[in-house]
Nanobody
Framework: QVQLVESGGTLVQAGGSLRLSCAAS???????MGWYRQAPGKQRELVAH???????KYGDSVKGRFTISRDSAKNTVYLQMNSLKPEDTAVYYC?????????WGQGTQVTVSS
């Protein structure tokens, strides 16, 4: 059974940094993983994505500020967030697709104060 558990969200001041973690179980290290976020009243959007080979892509609003990485030995994906802005405030979700089925974690709240 696939499980994704996010952690690391908290309240941080604008300009600060935060690292989110997503611990995965029930999947193989060859699965691509992604971080998404959803702010109140807005659609869920892609933040960052990483393949099993380490190729990455980012949403336009976070390019140059956020970095996704993975530790395959620990089955954990990280999202390093720097130069945080109030508009980064959202619930951040971890995602993977296994056998064409979408799996999501419960989300972790990131709040950036101005």
């Amino acid at each position: 059974q696939v499980q994704l558990v996010e952690s690391g969200g908290t309240l941080v001041q604008a300009g600060g940094s935060l690292r989110l973690s997503c611990a995965a179980s029930g999947i193989f290290s060859r699965n691509a993983m992604g971080w998404y976020r959803q702010a109140p009243g807005k659609q869920r959007e892609l933040v960052a994505h990483i393949t099993s080979g380490g190729s990455t892509k980012y949403g336009d609003s976070v390019k140059g500020r956020f970095t996704i990485s993975r530790d395959s030995a620990k089955n954990t994906v990280y999202l390093q967030m720097n130069s945080l802005k109030p508009e980064d405030t959202a619930v951040y979700y971890c995602n993977t697709i296994v056998n064409y089925h979408d799996y999501w974690g419960q989300g972790t709240q990131v709040t950036v104060s101005s």
